[in-house]
Antibody
Framework: EVQLVESGGLLVKPGRSLRLSCITSGFTIEDYAMTWLRQAPEKGLEWVGF??????????EYAASVKGRFTISRDDSKSIAYLEMDSLKTEDTAVYYC?????????????????WGQGTLVTVSS | QSVLTQPPSVSAAPGQRVTISCSGSSSNIEDNYVSWYQQFPGTAPKLLIYDDDKRPSGIPDRFSGSKSGTSATLGITGLQTGDEADYYC???????????FGGGTKLTVL
């Protein structure tokens, strides 16, 4: 059974750092595009970024709103994906979801999220 | 301001059919595959449709997806009160090099 469980969400002050973890089971993490998404209170879904599968080089992409501040990585031996967040801003307050992504790119790009974690709340406030 | 445009809300009676539109551009919907997600309050989103029109196992055939040009559509037939949720479309944008979503549509089953 595929499972993703996020942890690490906290109340933090602006400018601080935080690391979220996504513990996975039931699949081989390196074979998938591990993705982080977020949802601010009463708002829609926002893609944060992802790390490509090993087949696609394990490279990363980020939303413009977090590029240079957030870093996504994974530990294949532990089946854990991470989201390292630096220089946090109040507008980063959201529920953060980890999702298993399917990303392939030939002529068109196929990218969707077939399994999601339950989410972890990050609140950035002084 | 979302890259993809969805109506904020739609409504229909039980048993009826409803469609939710998702409008984009040549750099996202027209060029790439679209997916749809269902989200109930306080829970994580769930994949409903991928690759424009495919359903994951376990998703009833009351849910369907289609795409034409720069727009995609989610269709739900035989509406049930349990279908009341928020629905999001998503795809990849080659210009932004990012995944993009619609703002979400709240479905009310009257």
């Amino acid at each position: 059974e595929v499972q993703l469980v996020e942890s690490g969400g906290l109340l933090v002050k602006p400018g601080r750092s935080l690391r979220l973890s996504c513990i996975t089971s039931g699949f081989t993490i390196e074979d998938y595009a591990m993705t982080w998404l977020r949802q601010a209170p009463e708002k829609g879904l926002e893609w944060v970024g992802f790390i490509r599968s090993k087949l696609y080089g394990g490279t990363t992409e980020y939303a413009a709103s977090v590029k240079g501040r957030f870093t996504i990585s994974r530990d294949d031996s532990k089946s854990i994906a991470y989201l390292e967040m630096d220089s946090l801003k109040t507008e980063d307050t959201a529920v953060y979801y980890c999702a298993r992504g399917r990303w392939t790119q030939i002529r068109s790009t196929r990218y969707y999220f077939d399994f999601w974690g339950q989410g972890t709340l990050v609140t950035v406030s002084s | 301001q979302s890259v993809l445009t969805q109506p904020p809300s739609v409504s229909a009676a039980p048993g009826q059919r409803v469609t939710i539109s998702c409008s984009g551009s040549s750099s996202n919907i027209e060029d790439n595959y679209v997916s749809w997600y269902q989200q109930f309050p306080g829970t994580a989103p769930k994949l409903l449709i991928y690759d424009d029109d495919k359903r994951p196992s376990g998703i009833p055939d009351r849910f369907s997806g289609s795409k034409s040009g720069t727009s995609a559509t989610l269709g739900i037939t035989g509406l049930q009160t349990g279908d009341e949720a928020d629905y999001y479309c998503g795809t990849w944008d080659r210009s932004l090099r990012a995944a993009v979503f619609g703002g979400g549509t709240k479905l009310t089953v009257l």
